[in-house]
């Protein structure tokens, strides 16, 4: 299986999909999830374009390492990554905490970057406190004990009666997930704030909202969209967090509208 060692301790899973020859696209998985939640999407854009997933660390087939990390670690995978496959310039597309990954790789890493699309995802999300009550819980009790609360937050109500087959099979992956991996991540981004950061922010970026989403609602795209200069605001709807799994064809639409952006901006550079 393939791996890349991104620093002491920590081993990244991932797949690459699409043409060798292709121009590469990146996905950074949301909180909970693995690289597993783009394959409705990867499955539309991998006769285009060379596509990777991989899982955060802590997620899926990644370890976690022994030490505590921010999002700026996070971000210093991904380019451990883009180095083992000698890949730049890529498009990065990241969800909820992959979007956070995403905006600290912008932040430290530009030139690796053709284009940036955040998806669901906020520059900072208050309480501290309430992301260690959550790392603690889960710790003690796995992540089926938000199980419930999680998918509430994910899907619409819609979605969750229409299409139950794929929020079951998104609901029995966070069941696996590991917990102090979970955990970890999640006082990562009780630390975190990039806000004063985002001017650094000079790659084209497409900030993605769901209108139905309560972990991060539009009101956090729109603070992004603010301090990005030059990025474009898309809020789709019905959506809730997970809006790549519950709108796939709305992100494959509107990544492809990115891409053409990016490399065609790349192949007249």
Not at 81 to 108: I, N, Y
Not at 114 to 127: F, I, Q, V
Not at 245 to 261: F, Y
Request: hydrophobic share 40%; charged share 20%; glycine share 8%.
């Amino acid at each position: 299986m393939p791996y890349v060692e991104a620093g002491t301790g920590v081993r990244l899973f991932y797949t690459v999909t699409g043409p060798g020859s292709a121009p590469e696209i990146v996905f950074s998985n949301s909180l909970g999830t693995t690289h597993r939640m783009w394959d409705a999407v990867v499955g539309e854009l991998s006769a285009e374009y060379r596509c990777v997933r991989y899982d955060t660390r802590g997620h899926g087939g990644s370890s976690r390492g022994s030490e505590p990390f921010e999002i700026a670690d996070l971000a210093d995978d991904l380019a451990a990554l883009l180095d083992h496959l000698d890949l730049e310039p890529v498009h990065l597309a990241g969800l909820s905490l992959g979007g956070m990954t995403g905006q600290a790789f912008a932040m430290r890493h530009p030139a690796r970057l053709a284009g940036l699309t955040l998806m669901a995802t906020a520059a900072c999300m208050p309480t501290r406190e309430a992301w260690e009550e959550r790392a603690a819980l889960v710790r003690r009790e796995g992540t089926q004990a938000i199980l419930a609360g999680t998918m509430q937050r994910w899907f619409t109500t819609g979605f969750q009666n229409s299409r139950s087959d794929v929020a079951g099979k998104v609901a029995e992956e966070f069941r696996t997930i590991d917990r102090d991996g979970y955990a970890a991540c999640c006082e990562a981004i009780g630390r975190m704030d990039l806000r004063p950061l985002l001017h650094r922010i000079d790659t084209p970026t497409t900030v993605i909202a769901g209108r139905e989403d309560p972990a991060t609602p539009v009101e956090m795209a729109q603070a992004l969209h603010t301090g990005i200069a030059g990025s474009r605001l898309v809020v789709l709807s019905p959506a809730a967090h997970l809006l790549a799994v519950e709108q796939p064809e709305r992100v494959v639409a509107e990544l492809r509208r990115d891409l053409t952006a990016s490399f065609h901006q790349e192949a007249q550079s």
